[in-house]
Structures are given as C-alpha cells and as structure tokens.
C-alpha cells in the first residue's frame, strides 16, 4: 500500500510539472480545409497580375515572381473588376482583391524554354528570372529554379512540372540548388 502511494505522489508531481505532456481529454472540433491545390491570396497593393504568369508570396501578398519572394505557383484567376485580364491589387479595399493561384506543382505543356532542352535533360532544373513562363530556361545562371523538365517531345515542345510553394522552400532552405 505505502508503495502504491509513492507512485501515485509520484505521477502526481510529474504532472503538476509537465502539465502538457498529456493527452486531449474532452472532444475539440477544429475547423480545417482540405488541400485543393489552388488559393485565393490578396494581391499586393498597386502590383498588376495576370493569369498565366508565375507568382510569388512576398509579405503575404501575391506579387509577381522576381525572386524576391517566395514562390507560389502560378495565376489562374481572380477578381477582374473591369473584366479586362488585370488583376490589379488596391489593399485599401474590402475586401482586397485576390489572384487565385494554382500552387499543386502543375505540368506546363508544351512549352519552348531556353537553354537547348534533350531527351537526356528530362528530369533537371528549369529556372526563370522573371513572372513571363516564356523566359523559363535550363540554363543556370543565378536565378532559383521553379520546376523541373518532365516530359520531351522536341527542342520546342516540353513539359515543365512546376514547384510547389513547399517544394521550392524545401530546395532553398536546404540549399539543394545554388542560388
């Protein structure tokens, strides 16, 4: 009995002292969202975004990709008030304008990129300086890649799987390229 007493004294201070280390002891409903591969994030105020181009997240706002940022993926949408293709962010708003961002690590097909494509190139880095996919290249200069050759048909016809925003932290945070 004196034993049983000692461990129970015992228990008890170890949680007086670790009082998180215990498990959830009543239900706790969490609201959550299921990955859908694209999200609406507020456009940078005064930055002018169009669908197709490459983004990044920069203070928490979508701006075009310069490297500056954190990549994100690609514009497929958003808020067109004057129905024109611009999106055209105004943080003042309420609520402020969003670009819809494709960030699933999507497959550009068919594209033309710089820096002589090859059947034995599938499978390297693809870079881009810039938000315009047409200035996509294999040719590593200084620039973070932002996806990579999946699929070649020709000099002038491959498929480039993009990075998710995920991917592209995880190569930069690990120094996995050079830049």
Not at 24 to 53: H, M
Not at 97 to 108: R, W
Not at 154 to 167: G, K, M, R
């Amino acid at each position: 009995m004196t034993t049983l007493l000692l461990i129970l004294c015992a228990l008890a201070a170890l949680a007086v002292a670790f009082p998180s280390m215990s498990d959830q002891a009543a239900k706790a409903v969490r609201k959550t969202a299921p990955r859908s591969g694209t999200r609406a994030v507020p456009i940078a105020n005064g930055v002018t975004l169009y669908e197709g181009q490459f983004v990044q997240y920069e203070g928490g706002y979508a701006n075009h990709w310069d490297e500056t940022g954190q990549f994100a993926g690609i514009c497929v949408g958003g808020k067109d008030r004057l129905r024109d293709g611009v999106l055209l962010g105004n943080t003042s708003d309420t609520p402020p304008p969003e670009a819809i961002i494709d960030e699933s690590g999507t497959v550009l097909m068919h594209m033309s990129i710089g820096g002589t494509p090859t059947q034995a190139k599938v499978g390297l880095l693809v870079y881009c300086a810039d938000s315009n996919p047409a200035n996509m290249t294999m040719t590593d200069t200084t620039n973070f890649p932002i996806g990579r050759l999946v699929r070649y048909r020709s000099a002038t016809d491959v498929d480039v799987e993009l990075f998710t925003p995920t991917e592209h932290l995880a190569g930069v945070a690990g120094a996995t390229w050079d830049s």
